[in-house]
């Protein structure tokens, strides 16, 4: 069973995958890895007033009313997308316009695979999946990749070997510090916006490619900015 992370105070915990709690006692190599540390993984962005990033990609509708978001506000608020891969692939066109408007895209895994008892070639092979389609959409809006690449591993879920690969291959792990589905409640439209309202500053706020999301950044964003300006964006 996965056991939170200890990390900056949460709305919704990460999980980092820790062996069966059926294993016997005496398989030391069943041990759970270490904790690891801040430089592996980033919960918060103190360079940052707030950042915005929005999961999964597969709502068409979201996207558009993202799009029109990002023309309203323009630079005012940093936005990193982590859609999966065959959502990615099949609205190359939407990405390629929030590209454009200044979006960033990142790695979510190609099929959205929770990394829980999952071997370390599944977890490159899903990375590796999903970096080839971020290379075609860039390529697309003719606009050169971030130099520095970010990981959301669906759910949290990560292990030694996700560390390891991410290293190698040059990514960031990014999770986040506030959600506006905490435990995976569905919230109203007002709800969904309080909790982004209330983020600290250098929050990474994690909203889902949904319209209930968009439609409540589109109602919080005034207050963020008002409240943060947008120094640093």
Not at 29 to 56: A, Q, Y
Not at 86 to 113: P, R
Not at 162 to 181: G, H, S
Request: aromatic share 10%.
């Amino acid at each position: 069973m996965a056991q939170p992370v200890s990390a900056q105070p949460l709305v919704h915990l990460a999980f980092i995958k820790l062996p069966d709690t059926n294993t016997s006692s005496t398989n030391t190599d069943h041990r759970p890895p270490p904790v690891p540390s801040s430089s592996d993984v980033i919960f918060v962005d103190h360079s940052k007033p707030f950042t915005i990033t929005v999961d999964d990609g597969y709502s068409r509708p979201a996207l558009k009313k993202l799009i029109a978001l990002k023309k309203q506000y323009r630079s005012s608020f940093t936005c990193l997308l982590f859609p999966y891969g065959a959502a990615l692939k099949e609205n190359k066109d939407l990405f390629a316009q929030l590209i454009d408007l200044g979006c960033e895209v990142h790695n979510h895994t190609y099929h959205h695979v929770y990394f829980r008892n999952t071997t370390a070639e599944k977890e490159r092979d899903e990375i590796v999946s999903a970096d080839r389609v971020i290379d075609d959409v860039y390529k697309l809006a003719n606009q050169k990749r971030p130099g520095t690449k970010y990981f959301r591993p669906p759910g949290g879920f990560y292990d030694q070997n996700t560390i390891r690969i991410c290293k190698e291959m040059n990514y960031k792990i990014m999770l986040w510090n506030v959600i506006t589905e905490p435990n995976g409640k569905n919230l109203s439209v007002e709800e969904r916006a309080k909790y982004i309202t209330s983020a600290p500053k250098g929050s990474i706020i994690l909203l889902h490619s949904k319209e209930h999301d968009m439609d409540a950044l589109s109602k919080a964003l005034p207050i963020l900015l008002k409240n943060y300006g947008t120094s640093g964006h």
